[in-house]
């Protein structure tokens, strides 16, 4: 559950930074950049990378320091904590509550993955249809002209569209063009030039990725938006890519056919509804389309008509540095904890792990006073299996038969009660509890545990 948190929080503040450079830098920036953003937000999302906290936590001075100290504090606050004992695996009640959590995260996330398959269905039996139909020897040498033109390996068809279809491409390993104009013209040579491009630059593969993301993250109002924001700046880029070495006649023109397609299918929309029929073709974003929403094709207009001012170079620079940034958010990834118990270990051992604060794991060879001094401000001297420490440093036996005198008028110093628990591994295990002892019966009683110390090898 804490991975799926650590995924909102790194595509989230992706999100926001791509949303943000939209609106402040959209004169200045080409689109490629901001759909290569929008890229990288999908994978922040769908991708979770614990791995990178270990690869920074090795840079970061401290981290070292501490290493060469031989000493680390784990804190057990809000972590999954997991016990191995006797053949059984026991977690704390916040593990249980992650794993709740994310069940119901799950359920959200393939309740709306049935609608998505069921939308599926009638789109594969709507394309059926032009998935029979072969393609004329005029079109197959249009297409491979244009698939060599732009550099494309895969196998490509293009089929003359139905009546009232718009222009658009579905497939990934072997995609297919329905194109609404006749396969030779200067307009098909536009739009499937156009298509070529999404087909070149897998464009319908990470549109899938954009709608898995979509469904595991479906509460996430961020990833509405960068959903909603997607499809447009992905032919933004495109027309871009498509009207590069162009003349500015073939850029006027092209604009015109994309003011065009926008009116035609606002046309047959219009007449849909005034005749009380569904629109030709169920609405699936798994494909990339020249575009027929006049909004959209608004935008990528004046996203044409923009002399952007920014350098390739500049534009790189800051997209690494905002990716960079961004990766940060992996120190937000918490280390679970896990504990092997000895064979000896009793319920009480187990309860006492999962109840715990946190805990200090140090090998051997760790210099304990330094240890102690930067935990208590003192050294505490392992004399007995069970002792008490008072404020001046005095150490007392505590022994486990030792009654509690009932005719004794206590008087209570404070200190600290060591407890040393030996493993038959060879480790040993300090609890250190606040305390109190009487100093004329030597009754001693325990407080709140302090810390807990593990050794490996016991060098006690």
Not at 53 to 78: C, F, N, Q
Not at 100 to 123: I, M, N, S
Not at 275 to 296: D, L, M, Y
Not at 424 to 447: L, P
Request: charged share 30%.
């Amino acid at each position: 559950m804490e991975y799926l948190l650590v995924m909102v929080l790194s595509g989230t503040t992706m999100t926001v930074m791509y949303l943000l450079l939209r609106r402040l830098l959209k004169k200045k920036l080409c689109a490629k950049a901001y759909y290569f953003l929008a890229k990288v937000a999908v994978l922040y999302y769908l991708i979770p990378l614990p791995f990178l906290k270990s690869w920074y936590r090795d840079m970061v001075p401290t981290a070292v320091l501490e290493r060469r100290m031989g000493l680390d504090r784990i804190s057990l606050t809000w972590t999954n904590v997991a016990v191995h004992a006797h053949g059984n695996l026991h977690v704390n009640s916040y593990a249980v509550i992650q794993t709740a959590l994310a069940v119901v995260w799950f359920l959200g996330a393939c309740v709306r993955l049935a609608k998505r398959l069921v939308r599926y269905r009638e789109v594969v039996r709507w394309y059926s249809g032009y998935a029979k139909k072969t393609m004329t020897e005029k079109e197959r040498s249009f297409a491979e002209s244009l698939r060599k033109n732009y550099g494309v390996r895969r196998r490509v068809s293009f089929i003359q569209a139905r009546n009232g279809d718009p222009t658009f491409t579905f497939g990934v390993l072997r995609p297919i063009i329905i194109c609404g104009k006749e396969a030779g013209s200067r307009e098909a040579e536009f739009l499937a030039g156009h298509e070529m491009v999404h087909i070149r630059r897998l464009d319908v593969f990470w549109k899938i990725l954009m709608e898995a993301a979509a469904l595991l993250h479906w509460w996430n109002p961020f990833m509405k938006k960068l959903s909603e924001d997607f499809d447009i700046v992905c032919e933004c880029s495109c027309d871009e890519v498509t009207l590069r070495n162009r003349t500015e006649d073939e850029g006027k023109a092209y604009m015109r056919l994309m003011i065009e397609e926008a009116r035609n299918g606002e046309r047959d929309k219009e007449q849909d509804k005034k005749q009380n029929k569904e629109p030709e073709g169920p609405e699936v974003s798994w494909k990339a389309g020249f575009g027929s929403h006049t909004n959209e094709i608004r935008e990528r207009v004046e996203n044409l008509a923009m002399k952007k001012k920014w350098n390739r170079l500049a534009t790189g620079a800051l997209v690494a540095a905002l990716i960079l940034g961004n990766s940060m958010t992996v120190f937000a990834y918490r280390d679970g904890y896990s504990e092997v118990l000895p064979e000896e270990a009793t319920q009480e051992d187990v309860e006492f792990v999962l109840d715990n604060d946190f805990a200090v794991f140090a090998p051997g060879g760790t210099d304990w006073k330094a240890v102690q001094d930067g935990e208590t401000g003192k050294e505490m001297e392992l004399i007995y299996e069970k002792q008490f420490v008072d404020e001046e440093g005095n150490v007392y036996p505590v022994f486990e038969d030792e009654g509690v005198e009932p005719y004794c008028n206590h008087s209570y110093v404070s200190g600290e009660l060591g407890e040393h628990h030996p493993y038959s591994d060879g480790s040993c295990e300090m609890r250190i509890y606040n305390a109190e002892r009487c100093v004329r019966c030597g009754q001693v009683i325990r407080g709140d545990l302090i810390r807990k110390i593990t050794y490996e090898p016991c060098p006690h």
